[in-house]
């Protein structure tokens, strides 16, 4: 699915779960630049997806836009809590969800 090119990198990204050779991973790729960042999971909790995910944000600071696949570890429970009150608007779909984490402009 088509999306807006984002003004600054970090801006938008996308998250999903793969698993290879037995091992699961988390890909996260930012829409500005097409980098993407690959992490090892000890398991697909959604406390290890939040605990992965506050380590990119510390490094590439906070997205206003997440997007995944709607599996249940990116459920929107589990999301809010990583950004708190900072969830302005989510768009869930059955196949993606999408939440805007900055205040609209």
């Known amino acids: 699915m088509p999306h807006d090119l984002p003004s600054r990198q970090w801006e ?12 699961n991973y988390l890909v996260t790729v930012d829409y500005f630049s097409n980098f993407l960042e690959i992490d090892r999971l000890e398991n697909t909790t959604s406390t290890t997806i939040i605990k992965k995910l506050k380590s990119h944000f510390a490094r590439c ?6 997007i995944s696949d ?13 950004v708190s009150s900072s969830v ?5 779909s059955p196949c993606s969800l999408w939440l805007t984490l900055c205040p609209h402009q």
């Open 12 to 23: 938008t990204f996308d998250v999903d779960l793969f698993e290879f050779e037995g091992r």
């Open 70 to 82: 709607n599996g249940p570890q990116f459920t929107l429970l589990a999301v809010a809590h990583l």
């Open 61 to 66: 600071g906070s997205p206003c836009v997440l």
């Open 88 to 92: 302005t608007t989510a768009h869930s």
